[in-house]
């Protein structure tokens, strides 16, 4: 598949740069596969799209306030995003960095609470092993000083509202960089309403990080290899895709993190594990029947997947339909139901 396949016409202004005042009450666009159809609804009405039965399983992954702002010896700006915590050595973190220069090993960065870093190595380019020097380990400095990141796209500093209003209302398992953005239109008063309705709920863990958003670069997309993510599936929800499933239930992902989690188990056996899985136009779903989705990107992993699941040319056509109905774009935007 070229990569120019996942091209469409993104309009800047309808890159939502807030959410919602009311999670639920975002547009959401149904796609039926089978009917080719087209219908706009509103995310607060969910249960009026599922039957009973059907299973909705998300990500139950929280954000961390993953960002640092730290200085080099000389005085130079230093942007740290702390992807996640690795075993050699004990208390390291890997992390992306962003510096007007490449730092070397060894490398002391200065927090301006006067706490400091070290750079011990790097995993690759660009992707430092960093430890922190005293007494105060890494998640610890996170927690105090720590700044959430929202993504580039959005335009403006980070607000104190952010900090609830980038995490799903269920987020438990700290470990991501980034929101599971589906999720974010879920609300306790529609799960409440999902629940008389006989649709159940479970939950998967992957910590969403640069696998997610890293760009698409290789002019054939299967060139492009995923950095892989941690994932947990527990076991009542494996029992409950196998009873959905069983008793002729569909099984709705909730977001592009949660599919790869399914995905990944459905293809390895594995409960937990890191998975680099790339879904593209051609994979063969074994769990998901349906997603929950937002609307996402050109050129990246997430509207591959979409593609895969939708079909390209269906999902084309709902995108240029979102575009002419001004729908909100991204994460903090309106969703899809693909069925």
Known sequence: MRLTELDYDLPEELIAQAPLERRDAARMMVVNRRAKSIEHSRFYKLARHLAEGDLIVLNDTRVLPARLIAHKESGGKVE??????????????????????????????KLDDGRALRIMKYARHGRPIVVAEGAESIEQILKSTGQLALPHYIRR??????????????????GAIAAPTAGLHFTDELFEE?????????????????????PLRAAEVE?????????????????????AHRMGGRVIAVGTSTTRALESFAITGDREGFTGLFIYPGFRFKLIDAMVTNFHMPRTTVLAMVMALGGRELMLEAYREAVRHKYRFLSYGDAMLIL
């Open 80 to 109: 740290l995003l702390m992807v996640r915590a690795v075993k050699d050595p004990p208390g390291a973190w890997l992390a992306m960095i962003r510096a007007h220069r490449a730092l070397k090993d060894g490398a002391i960065l």
């Open 157 to 174: 500093a980070v607000e104190r509202s952010d900090f609830d209003d980038y995490q799903t209302v269920y987020a438990d398992a700290e």
């Open 194 to 214: 999902l629940a008389v309705a006989g649709i159940r709920t479970a939950r998967v863990t992957l910590h969403i990080g640069p696998g997610t958003f890293a």
């Open 223 to 243: 060139g492009h290899a995923m950095e892989a993510e941690w994932f947990t599936i527990p076991p009542e929800t494996e029992n409950a895709v196998a009873h």
